[in-house]
């Protein structure tokens, strides 16, 4: 009788332990977690898109651990905005927003720098566009301007111009461009409220500002344009498809940029909810809190 309770007793441990091991093995990451709200792109890109007109590799975790590329550290882990133009106090809130929002959304202290005027810009580095705006060479920008006037604690210094910026003759125009060996890069507010900031257009023209300069930073933490779902690091062509793309980073692209930023997770996505519910930004507040369902 003895012996046959003990067999019973230790058949019930052993199905326990199973049990307990078979949740604990179930049991999801963050990343594993939030993976289920990113929403995949469509094997077929619309004609005139970014992925329609660029045949790019799919950069895995993998890939993205292999490289050369910029993390912060002791000493260089502050990131740096530095404005170039007349600005006018729309346009500078919408700065102090945009610091606000990289200083959340990369977990690291950001600054924002003295304003340099626009006669820094040299006469051969500006054109007149086929619009008839003023546009500077953004490529100047990077490395006549802000490489220069990197401060020594930074670890990337993004510019930030109303005036447009083009790359080079053929190309009409450029949201933004960047240095990854350098970590600098520069965004122009331009084209993201039509030329014109006003208050009824602000959030949609903040919005863009935050995409296009998280986006490009990104990139100088070593993050490729991003083939997994619909992503902030997703390439693009037009304010159309820059309006598309969601500020959101996917599940892959945060597993990356944590692995070079270590953060809190949680608090972050409850930092970037609050960002969003406090600037009406009702899209990615929808998506932040979507996330934040499956972490809690």
């Given amino acids: 009788m003895n012996r046959g309770k003990y067999n019973f007793t230790f058949l019930f441990f052993s199905v326990a332990v199973l049990l307990l ?23 077929s890109p619309k004609p005139g898109s970014w992925r329609y007109n660029h045949d790019e590799h799919f950069q895995t975790f993998e890939d993205f651990q292999k490289l050369k590329r910029i993390k912060p550290g002791p000493g260089k882990n502050t990131i740096y905005l530095q404005p170039i133009g007349a600005f006018d ?7 102090t927003l945009t610091k606000e929002y990289l200083k959340t959304y990369y977990q690291l202290e950001t600054k924002i720098l003295p304003t340099l005027p626009n006669k820094i810009f040299t006469e051969n580095v500006k054109r007149i566009s086929k619009e008839g705006n003023e546009q500077i060479l953004a490529g100047y920008v990077l490395d006549s301007i802000l490489i220069r006037r990197k401060p020594k604690d930074a670890v990337v210094l993004m510019g930030i111009t109303e005036k447009d910026l083009f790359p080079k003759p053929e190309w009409n125009y450029v949201f933004g461009l960047a240095s990854y060996e350098d970590g600098v890069g520069v965004t122009s507010m331009y084209r993201f409220a039509g030329g014109h900031l006003t208050h009824s257009n602000f959030n949609e023209s903040l919005l863009r500002l935050v995409k296009i300069s998280s986006h490009e930073i990104g990139h100088m933490f070593g993050i490729s344009h991003c083939l997994n779902a619909n992503c902030v690091m997703n390439g693009t062509n037009s304010l159309t498809e820059t309006d598309y793309h969601f500020a959101r980073a996917c599940s892959l692209c945060q597993r990356k940029l944590n692995s070079s930023i270590r953060y809190n997770n949680k608090k972050r996505l409850l930092e970037l909810k609050n960002f969003f519910e406090n600037q009406h930004l009702n899209t990615e507040l929808t998506l932040a809190n979507q996330d934040l369902n499956l972490v809690q």
């Fill in 89 to 95: 106090e729309l346009q500078k809130k919408e700065i």
């Fill in 21 to 43: 091991f078979s949740c604990q093995k179930q049991k999801k990451n963050y990343y594993e977690s939030i993976a289920s709200n990113d929403i995949k792109l469509s094997s």
